[in-house]
């Protein structure tokens, strides 16, 4: 075999591998050459990204509800509940 030969060879490899790499990924290209990932990884990425949004907002919640007025109150409540206690068990 000729040295060109061998070099069309390998570069048809590599853009087999390529393609199918970008194919896997979901990786697909308009007429005018731009890339872009395929609708389902988009569909799939905002229906996570909601996912994410709604454990974010529970974590404020409850970080934010422990320090509330209303907490407090209960806290100091249920503190004083447990005072009464200890002194009436002595």
Known sequence: MSGWVIVAIIAILVWGVTQWN??????????????????SDDAETRR??????????????????????????????????EALRDKQAD
């Not at 970008?22 to 609708?39: K, L």
């Not at 970080?63 to 249920?78: E, F, G, P, V």
């Open 22 to 39: 970008r194919a896997r990924h979901g990786i697909v290209t308009d007429e005018y050459g731009n890339e872009s990932r395929a609708a």
């Open 48 to 81: 996570e990204i909601e996912e994410l949004r709604e454990r974010i907002k529970v974590l404020e919640r409850i970080a934010t509800d422990s320090n509330s007025l209303d907490a407090r109150k209960t806290k100091r409540i249920a503190a004083e509940i």
